[in-house]
């Protein structure tokens, strides 16, 4: 018998954060992802790479989107870097 995924939340001051436990060990932290992984997975370039994602491009220039894919548009990602910057 397979044990089940169980979610529990372990008490680490604050919020805390929601760790999946699976057979007693510890899949991490699953409450929030990062812009790298987004990016990655519905950034432009991601998009550009299959057919389907070329098929989403194509549509939403079509529908007139500021942004084809918003995952890909790091405005603001580097905003505290840029300002150490000048």
């Known amino acids: 018998m397979v044990p089940r995924a169980v979610a529990i939340r372990k008490p ?9 436990m699976a057979g007693g060990r510890s ?3 699953t409450l929030h992802g990062t812009r790298r992984a987004r990016a990655r997975t ?11 994602g070329r098929r989403t491009l194509k ?5 007139g989107r500021k942004y084809l894919a918003p995952a890909g548009a790091p405005n603001m ?6 300002k150490n910057l000048k």
């Open 42 to 52: 519905s950034g432009f370039r991601a998009r550009l790479a299959t057919p389907g």
């Open 59 to 63: 549509l939403r220039r079509k529908k």
């Open 27 to 29: 899949l991490g932290c």
């Open 77 to 82: 990602w580097n905003k505290a870097k840029r």
């Open 12 to 20: 680490t001051g604050g919020r805390g954060a929601l760790v999946v």
